[in-house]
């Protein structure tokens, strides 16, 4: 029943969004309005004193100024719309209502919700705290150029090939598609024994194209672009290609869905202005994670009776007469 109330509720603001733009189909050829003149810009509306009254709701008047304050509650994303649509604030004058009502009847100073009161205050005030902290820290030019020169191996960028063999990893299942994939053990065969192809002489290249099922790489030789140690891709992948040397094959490389084959074509390093608002950011988060740190070990936990803190067991079921 609270779902369905609170769901009702809020259908108030989310069917009030601001109108969405036409969409044209791609292929479709867009139809070019006739000329028009050029409207001329139209005056810019006169500032509304504080004090004005701006709307009525429910046989009360509200100023300007009350209604900057009901918009300034709404979460950022509906504070514009809500100026264009007053019938948005209708959502948020139901919640005032059932707020008063509910402190009048004390139910604020009443078990849990006086407990739930309290903790999302703390909660608020806290995460206002840690965004604070987060982002106040100011990082020196020296401190950035420093990081530089002492992780030169962490700007490292590495310019590959790939061959990826897919396989089925739910056997007797159908997968997305028209293409049969291999087992598990199938691909593994097939990708040593391409491996073994290229140790022998065979061009990689060709290779990909023929037996590649990455559809982006396999057409271009199997070029993957680069590698940097910050990429979103599994650490089994990045750990093999920074350990290759210009020109060598990694050995075969299970991941999840199938298994890759990679050839390092070269391996360089970013250049300072590359990567300094980079340093910047992991720098600030460095000082962010010590803080917060020492905040976790400064309040850490010392239990003084363990019988306290033993699970309760669960309440014996009292047979009703």
Known sequence: MKALVTATLFSGLLCAQPPQPVQVTPGTPAVKAPPQATPATPPAPAA?????????????????????????????????????????????????????????????????????????????????ELTLQGNS???????????????????????????????????????????????????????????????????????????????????????????????????AIKNAVFALKPGELSQPIKERNGFYLIRLDAMQTQSYDEVNPDIAKELRQEHFNEWTKALQTQFGVKVENPGYFRPQAPPQLQQVR
Do not use: W
Not at 189 to 213: C, H, P, T, W, Y
Not at 218 to 224: E, I, Q, Y
């Open 48 to 128: 509304i004193a504080p004090t004005t009254i701006v709307m009525e709701a429910n046989g009360k008047k509200y100023t300007a100024a009350e209604v900057d304050h009901l918009i300034a509650l709404l979460p950022p994303q509906y504070q514009q719309p809500a100026r264009s649509q007053p019938q948005m604030l209708t959502t948020l004058l139901v919640y005032q209502k059932l707020a008063e009502d509910a402190e009048k009847a004390g139910r604020d100073k009443e078990s849990p919700l006086k407990e739930q009161l309290e903790f999302s205050r703390l909660q608020l005030l806290a995460n206002s």
């Open 137 to 235: 820290y100011i990082v020196s030019p020296a401190d950035q150029a420093k990081y530089y020169k002492d992780h030169p191996e962490k700007f490292q960028e590495a310019k590959v090939r790939v061959i990826y063999i897919a396989f089925n990893p739910t056997p007797g299942k159908a997968v997305p598609g028209d293409k049969q994939l291999l087992g598990e053990a199938e691909a593994k065969v097939k990708i040593v024994d391409l491996r073994s192809q290229i140790v022998a002489g065979a061009d990689f290249g060709k290779l990909a194209r023929e037996n590649s099922d990455d559809a982006t790489s396999a057409p271009k030789d199997g070029d993957f672009g680069t590698i940097k140690h910050s990429s979103p891709y599994p650490d």
